[in-house]
């Protein structure tokens, strides 16, 4: 690929998110009762391609049990206030509450200092588990050596190890850093890691194998990473080149597919088929799904980032609110924005340029569009 002169002394790649591009239509149409939006991974399929993030203002323990019952994922963030707290609903109110953006960042850091109770990651995942549907709860790296015995003794389905970046070459002279290989070899189930946001460092998660990749770093709507720390990747690119290295993969593993998931970035619907067509299996979803009425952060919104002792890389946002999980989801919307039926509208993008399957539409033409910026 060209690189551009940023100066006599530096070269810099040019990158694109899913607001410079767009899809293609074709000289097929379908209608949109045949498209299918399925998604597999491991021995669990969903009628709805995504996952929803773990954060305390998108999936409490119900919350995950309401999305799984509507096709989707719900990821439970095993570091949050359900492994804090017995009861943090209080704190919720309170955090909700909160006026001023500084206080809130202050008050986020006193909240999240009380420890992780493993007795509360066993109940949290028991209760989710006691409702039938697929259970999926997140660790960063940092935390999964510690805690990992616990979630999968406690009957986990999906165990996801998420962080700002995750590499499969993590070193420190501090501690034993965690071997993904290892560590993924060992269990019984499904691991999903990730982000990683280059070819090359999704190529070594692969050969980890996991079963799925997160694509992303620093490029959620609570994020202020590339403020604060310099680092964002363009999720429209990085996704294709995630996508390529599974291609790569494919061929030097026998034909082992590895699913490759857009983490950021995927704020309204219209970002869905991009990131398909970018070469995506499925989406996580933060952002949008905090817009719930039904939500635990009542419209607020924010990651673990925002909570760091040292260096917040994010902040609590005011999304408000649109309509419940499951309009926001299927629909049916209310606005004209993207922010409802996100699933719908990908099916409809679907039938409208003639694709009745997610992996064919992989293939779906796109062009780009700089210019075009509407958010």
């Known amino acids: 690929m060209t690189e551009i002169e940023i100066g006599r002394g530096k070269r810099g790649r040019r990158a694109y998110a899913f607001d410079d591009i767009a899809v293609v239509p074709s000289r097929r149409t379908r209608d949109p009762k045949e498209v299918s939006i399925a998604w597999q991974i491991d021995a669990y399929r969903f009628e709805l391609p995504f996952l929803a993030a773990p954060m305390d203002s998108v999936v409490s323990p119900q919350q995950a049990i309401n999305i799984g019952r509507l096709g989707g994922l719900g990821v439970l963030n095993l570091e949050g206030l359900w492994t ?103 269990l019984d189930v499904p691991v999903i890691v990730g982000g990683c946001a280059t070819y090359t460092a999704a190529l070594h998660l692969m050969r980890t194998g996991a079963a799925g990749v997160l694509v992303g770093f620093g490029g959620g709507a609570a994020h202020t990473t590339r403020n604060v720390l310099g680092i964002q990747v363009p999720m429209a690119t990085a996704v294709a080149d995630v996508a390529a290295a599974r291609r790569d993969y494919m061929d030097e593993s026998g034909g082992r597919y590895v699913h490759v998931i857009a983490d950021g970035g995927v704020g309204y619907s219209g970002d869905i088929p991009k990131a398909v067509a970018c070469g995506a299996d499925a989406v996580m979803i933060g952002a949008a799904l905090a817009r719930a009425t039904d939500a635990p952060g009542k419209g607020y919104h924010w990651g673990m980032e925002a909570v760091h002792e040292e260096l917040p890389r994010g902040k609590r946002v005011d999304l408000g609110t649109v309509g419940t999980t499951e309009e926001i ?47």
């Open 84 to 186: 804090r707290y017995e009861d943090p609903q209080p704190l919720l109110d309170e955090i909700a509450a909160i006026t001023d953006e500084a206080a809130a960042t202050r008050r986020l850091q006193e909240i999240y200092s009380e420890p992780i109770k493993a007795e509360l990651i066993k109940h949290r995942i028991q209760e989710v588990r006691d409702s039938g549907v697929v259970t999926a709860a997140a660790l960063s790296p940092q935390r999964t050596a510690e805690f990992s015995k616990a979630v999968v003794d406690a009957g986990v389905d999906v165990f996801v190890i998420r962080g700002t970046t995750v590499s499969a070459e993590h070193v420190s002279g501090a501690a034993e850093p965690l071997n993904l290989k290892q560590f993924i070899y060992e």
């Open 329 to 375: 989801l299927t629909g049916p919307s209310h606005t004209p924005d993207g922010t409802m039926n996100l699933f719908g509208a990908l099916r409809r993008a679907m039938a409208t340029t003639g694709y009745t399957e997610l992996k064919e539409f992989q293939r779906v033409e796109v062009t780009v569009n700089p210019a075009l910026h509407h958010r």
